[in-house]
């Protein structure tokens, strides 16, 4: 890349080894240089200051669904491409998501399905403090261990599992299609991965549907069961938009809560005072969770498309033009957070936007950070001692574009 060409969306990713090793490198240049830089490579604008992003997540009237923004915005109309061959999903669940969904439909969808998941979320500390539980006895033993492998990848999709109900007899074939349908995220599958996508994908669907009549049959104390209840009870949910989005809790809730444990230990790891204020003080675990979300986002952004002619920082936005909001950027913004780079268990300033905002605010945020707190909190508990394996090895970062997290994180315990 030449030296006076700000970097595009396709130099932002892990694929980029500059970015890879330090996003900031980059996203510090392009914020201080043009903070709302056109990339025609991708057809949208990109946006990296805080006021800026935040001002976008906040109006209401933004649209999500890519079928919205004009032809020239191929990154944010890359989800309209055809299904993979194999994909027996119903075609009405696949576009029924409420990530992608615009106004009215969208908190026709949300609402009920946030009413039922905080009022989960409310007593599921017990829930996630077994399941912590049981994976760190796995490796108590073991001298070290792969904080990603053995643990932090494990947590999530066994909370979110037993959320939903799933029969404990089949929370392996669980645990496989959730990390098969993850690679749905991943762009550039080869044909055994698209494969194992799609085998994936139709299983947890046909799963799904069956979990839904098995509860309507005979409900039981899981949110699968609050939810065909509240579809029962008159909420406006088709069984595509239900299935779909339970789903979606499991594909977008697991990769983002693997990665903000991970994060936040070798956050920790590598920060020795701000890892003794929290051992010194365990009511700072909220502050530490929504510190280690700030300085290392799990997501790196979202997307919305202009409704109508407006200007971002005096650049005009037509309609349909679509606006890429990096997360990542905004929560290093100087502007806002003092001295962005450092790791701060006890930072105080401006909310991040590491869950987006909104609308749009990632509805599974309460249950994500309850799985942040209590596993960090846990694991530091369980090991006093833990350390980095390998402390002077480079960090092994994963090559997932548009997220951010270890591929290994090996520690001594």
Known sequence: MAEDKL???????????????????????????????????????????????????????????????????????????PAPPGLTVPEDERGAGILFMDEPDHMR????????LYKRVAKSRPLVQQVVDEWLDRVADSGSFDVMTDFAT???????????????????????????????????????????????????????????????????????????????????????????????????GSLTTTDLIGNAIWLLLTHPQELAKLKADPSLIGSAVEEALRIESPVDLTSRIAPREMEVRGCPVHPTQSMLLHLRAANHDPKVFPDPRRFDVTRKDAPHVAFGGGLHLCVGAPLGRLMGQVAILTFLDRFPNARLANPDEKPQWATMPLFRGFKTLRVAI
């Open 154 to 252: 494990r947590v999530p999709v066994d909370v979110i599992a037993r959320t939903l109900g799933v029969d404990p007899a089949r929370l392996a074939e669980f645990r496989e299609w959730s990390e098969g349908a993850i690679l749905g995220l991943y762009p550039f599958r080869n044909e055994a991965e698209t494969q194992g996508y799609v085998h994936a994908r139709n299983c947890l669907s046909d799963y799904t549907r069956e979990l839904m009549a098995a509860r309507r049959a005979a409900p039981r104390d899981d949110l699968t069961s609050d939810m065909v209840a509240l579809q029962a009870e008159g909420a406006e949910l088709s069984d595509s938009e239900l299935s779909t989005n339970l789903q979606g809790l499991l594909i977008a």
């Open 7 to 81: 970097p595009g969306v396709m130099e932002l990713t892990p694929f980029n080894p500059v970015f890879n090793d330090d996003p900031h490198v980059l996203l510090d240049r392009l914020r201080n240089a043009c903070p709302v830089h056109r990339d025609t490579n991708s057809g949208s604008f990109i946006l990296t200051g805080y006021d800026d992003v935040r001002a976008v997540l906040s109006d209401t009237t933004m649209w999500r669904h890519p079928e919205r923004a004009e032809e020239a915005a191929v990154l944010s109309r890359a989800g309209l491409q």
């Open 109 to 116: 969808v949300r609402a009920p399905l946030a009413k039922a």
